[in-house]
């Protein structure tokens, strides 16, 4: 799932969330019924966001070097620190 389509999916979320609130605040019969049902996309797209994030935040990048920490340069003392 691309990182689009879980922000679609979180907007949707967000929307039966408000749908369920109002529903159930205007017509408390019909909310309690609807509410179970409008809650799973909103859990769907939480739960790929969260799966979205451990999965980017496992990846590690490799520590670049700069040109300016190269021997040298004048801020070589600057990169040592």
Do not use: H, K
Request: with cysteine.
């Amino acid at each position: 799932m691309c990182l689009n389509d879980v922000g679609v999916a979180l907007i949707v979320g967000g929307a039966c969330y408000l749908v369920g609130l109002l529903a159930v605040l205007l017509v408390p019969d019909v909310g309690e019924t609807i509410n179970g049902f409008v809650t799973i996309p909103s859990a769907i797209a939480e739960i790929s966001m969260l799966l979205y994030l451990l999965v980017t935040g496992v990846r590690s990048s490799t520590p670049r070097t700069t040109l300016s920490c190269l021997r040298g340069s004048p801020v070589e003392q600057a990169c040592s620190l």
